[in-house]
Structures are given as C-alpha cells and as structure tokens.
C-alpha cells in the first residue's frame, strides 16, 4: 500500500477520495504545515508527498529540500498558483521537487500525476504475454521468438529459425494482471527475411472474430475507461496510415478526454488519418491529458492536430549535462502557462544531483500552447 504524505488542501484531499483513487489503495497521511510534513516524512517515509508551495511554519520548498534528506526515496510534487515568478521558478529547481503541478486542478489530472510518480499501472496500460506456436501435420510445437509489432491485423515476429512463406502460426496473447481469458489467433506466415542467426517474420490474422478484435484493439489501439471524471479514451501504439478510427466513432459522444502517453509514433499519413477522425467525431467537448513527446510534435507542427480541444498535460525531455542523463517528465500546460516566457521548470537529476534542463527549444516545442496567428 503506498503512502501519500498530503498537504491539510480540502481540493487535493476531495479528489484523493475520487474513485479511481480508491482502486490505487493509497495510505494518505495529512501535514497541517511545513514542519509537520517534514517531521512525517522522516517518520513515516512515504512513497510521494504532495505538498503546497506555500506552507506555514516553513514553505513547500523548505520541506522538499528537507524531505530529500531524510527520505531520500520519496518523490515531491509541488501545488502551486496560477502566477509563477522567476523567483519561484528558480525555488522549484533549488529545492529537488520531481514535478509542479497548478491549483485548481481536476481529480484526473492529479491521477495522472500520482500513477506516474509511483510508477503504477495506469487503466488503458495493460501489458500481455505472446505464447507462439507453429503448426504442423501432428498438431503444434511451441517455438521461442518475441513480437516487435502488434496489430489487429497482423504482427511482425523475430524468431531464432527459419520459417517459409505460408507457414501457419497460433499466437496465444494473454493480458497481464487482469482476468481476461487469453485469445487465441491463428495466422499466416506473409513474407520472412534472414538477418544473420534470426528470422524477421510478417504475420497475416486469417480469421479474427468480432470478440478478438475487440480485445486486440484494446490491447494494441485504444481502451475506453469509464472510472475517470470524463469517459477516457487510452490510445496506443502508431498512427499511421494503417490506423483506422472507424470503429472509436461512435462512443465518440458528449464530453471524452484522451490519454495519448502511449503513442510512440506518427507519421504524415496518421496525422491526415487523426485529424479527419477528429473532424467527424460528435464530440461535445474533449481534452489530451498526459501527451506523448510524438503526439506533442505533431500538434505544435500541425495546426489542427488537436481539433477543437486542448492539451492539459504532457511528456517534456529533459537532460543532464553532468551524468548524461535523459529522461521525461510529465508537466502540466498551465505550469508552462503560469510562468514567465513559458519557461519549463528545471529539476534535480535523480542520479548525480545535478541540474536537469529541458532538452528543447521552448519556443518550438510548446507552440501547440500560443494563441492561432501567433
């Protein structure tokens, strides 16, 4: 059961109570000020702590650069105002807080930040298991390979022999972690390329049922999560040209927000794709909550990539100039917006303690943030 040390904030405390939060089965231990939170998190050592900026008896920033002293594991997220200043842009980088996020905010925006900062499964990020068979005149023979590419269609195989063109194949895929029954799909062996002591396979479905191919394009396309505030639509994988939204349309209805954290990739013909599905969607009103680095590219490139909605959070690269080390961190487009210039924050880097800067241009990489005609 991971412990939350919390600021005494009524609003953070009413959207920990939210549904989705319950399924986390979090421990909450509450700090009235600065000294209590820190004195807690030396005793209690928490996993997280979300705590005000500003705090009575010492600030938010005091106790974080305190927290990360004698609870060194724990991760802090800092609550702040609409306005940030230089100065307190400059707070944020010398106190160590892994991430900033703006009052008021929504119970999912707080989610989002509360999965990622203890590394929990979020809904829509089920992982699963490929069991590959051959089959063969007496029946099948397991064989050992991994899948690089999964789809509804078909799936790109690595496997450590040879197979020839029209070699039928069962894949097993057993989601992780949940009590759904494996499904089970026969396939076809299209085209297969040597290189060196392995084979790189393209495998066609045959006959892929209507119940499978809903549980394929939840594993590997999209997944609708109804526990949120809103209906949250969890997409995944590539958009490319193969990409059909055709059969997302119609849960398309009133208010939806999409989690796009999982979409690695997007090339010119998925844009046309994404941008026409919005174009038809009969959505009300719509939100894009933790975006991808992919997914934030195209919308600062393409002026209709995000529709009639808005970004509320996403995946920014940050980089250490002393250990050489890259990682992303979730932000929140009003943080950018609060700040002076949109300057992104900086951060302590989790390894050698040094400076972790934001590893782009401003300018470029939040364009998807000014105004139309900017």
């Known amino acids: 059961m991971p412990k939350v040390l919390v600021s005494n904030n009524s609003a953070i405390l009413k959207h920990l109570a939210a549904k989705a939060f319950r399924r986390l089965g979090l421990e909450i231990i509450v700090a009235s000020h600065g000294d209590e939170a820190f004195q807690l998190a030396e005793s209690e050592q928490p996993d997280l702590a979300i705590l ?38 400059r707070r944020v980088s010398e106190s160590g807080c892994d991430e900033v996020l703006i009052a008021p905010m929504s119970s999912d925006e707080l989610y989002d930040v509360v999965a990622i900062q203890l590394t929990l499964p979020r809904r829509g990020s089920e992982r699963y298991t490929i069991d590959l068979a051959v089959v063969t005149s007496d029946g099948q023979r397991s064989i050992d390979g991994r899948v690089t590419n999964l789809s509804i269609d078909g799936a790109r195989l690595v496997l450590p022999e040879s197979l020839q063109e029209d070699t039928k194949l069962t894949l097993t895929i057993t989601p992780d972690d949940t009590e759904d029954e494996p499904v089970q799909i026969e396939a076809k062996v299209v085209w297969a390329q040597n290189q060196q002591a392995e084979t790189v396979i393209g495998a066609a479905f045959e006959t892929v049922d209507d119940q499978a191919r809903a549980r394929l394009s939840r594993l590997t396309q999209w997944d609708i999560i109804e526990d949120h505030e809103f209906p949250r639509v969890v997409l995944k994988g590539d958009i490319t040209e193969a990409t059909s939204f055709r059969d997302l349309l119609p849960v398309m209805v009133g208010r939806v927000d999409f989690d796009v954290s999982q979409v690695t990739y997007i090339n010119s013909l998925g844009v046309r794709e994404w941008v026409e ?47 050489d080390m890259q990682e992303e961190r979730l932000l929140q487009s009003a943080t950018i917006l609060a700040s002076e210039s949109l300057s992104p924050p900086m951060f302590t880097c989790p390894s050698c303690e040094g400076e972790l800067e934001f590893d782009d241009i401003p300018r470029r990489y939040f364009a998807f943030l000014a105004p139309v005609g900017d």
């Open 52 to 89: 005000d900026a500003e705090m009575s008896s010492i600030s938010g920033y005091e106790a974080t650069q305190k927290i990360k002293v004698v609870a060194p594991d724990c991760r802090v997220v800092l609550v702040m105002g609409r306005r940030i200043s230089a100065d307190q842009m």
């Open 277 to 323: 599905f919005l174009q038809k969607a009969p959505i009300q009103g719509y939100e894009f909550h933790a975006c991808s680095i992919p997914f934030v590219i195209q919308a600062s490139l393409v002026e209709d990539f995000v529709g009639r909605g808005t970004i509320t959070s996403f995946f920014a690269p940050y980089h250490c100039e002393e250990c």
